[in-house]
Structures are given as structure tokens and as C-alpha cells.
């Protein structure tokens, strides 16, 4: 059996490739969770790559992801700046964390440039969508 990664995406990411300032890229979101589950399979890794709008089925499947996945991929989105519970949740996890940025936040807003998310995460991944995955 493989091993499984979760990858949770937060509020509007399903709005990706749809923002006529390009902030986020071209790609559909749906587009973009294919390309992720064809290079994880090329990897012999299962990928659960969902997103909610709802802070808490965001922390319902890291609870989830504690029974489930080896790793964690999160792109909490505007949840990143705000999310006690997020970050709680994650704290629980114990495999790898990585906290993934479609744009280059440290570009955008000050209040962007603090993550809650940052204190449980492995490493950040920020603003290199589009130069593979």
C-alpha cells in the first residue's frame, strides 16, 4: 500500500485561475488538483487533494490526517493569518507539515506576512505555482 498524503486547501481556493488580477495564477483549481494527483501517482504516493470553505472541515481532516497520511500539504489560505484551530490542530499532527502559498505573500499585505500556520509547518512553499510540481 502507498503512502498518503493529504493535501487541504482553504476558503476560495476553488475560485483559482478565476481572479482577473492573476494574484493566483491562470490554472483552474480543479486543474491543479489533477496535476498534483498525476505527479503524486507518479510517485507512488495517494493523494487526498480537497479544499472546504469551513475552517472546521478544515480541522476535521487534519484530525483525520492523523489516522490516514504521512504527511500534510495546507494551503490554508485566508485562514493562514487567523486560525487558532488550524494551527492546534496541525500542532497534533506528527508527520511532516508543509504550508503551501499560491502567490508570494512577503509581496502582498503586511498582514500576510504572518502565518499561524508557519509555527506547525516542515518547511513553506510560497508563490512558485507554475514552475512544476
Not at 492523523?66 to 489560505?77: C, K, S, V
Not at 503551501?100 to 512553499?125: D, L
Request: hydrophobic share 40%; proline share 3%.
Amino acid at each position: 500500500m502507498s503512502q498518503q498524503i493529504y493535501f487541504l486547501n482553504g476558503p476560495n481556493a476553488n475560485l483559482y485561475g478565476l481572479d482577473k488580477n492573476g494574484t493566483y495564477g491562470s490554472e483552474s483549481f480543479v486543474s491543479i488538483g489533477e496535476r498534483c494527483e498525476c505527479r503524486a501517482e507518479s510517485l507512488g504516493v495517494a493523494l487526498q487533494f480537497r479544499q472546504s470553505n469551513h475552517e472546521g472541515v478544515l480541522v476535521d481532516w487534519i484530525q483525520e490526517a492523523r489516522q490516514n497520511a504521512a504527511g500534510l500539504i495546507i494551503n490554508a489560505a485566508g485562514l493562514t493569518y487567523r486560525s487558532v484551530p488550524i494551527l492546534d490542530a496541525l500542532l497534533m499532527f506528527e508527520g511532516p507539515i508543509i504550508e503551501a502559498h499560491m502567490s508570494n505573500i512577503w509581496k502582498r499585505e503586511p498582514f500576510r506576512h504572518h502565518s499561524m500556520v508557519s509555527k506547525a509547518a516542515t518547511g513553506v512553499i510560497a508563490g512558485a505555482w507554475g514552475v512544476g510540481v
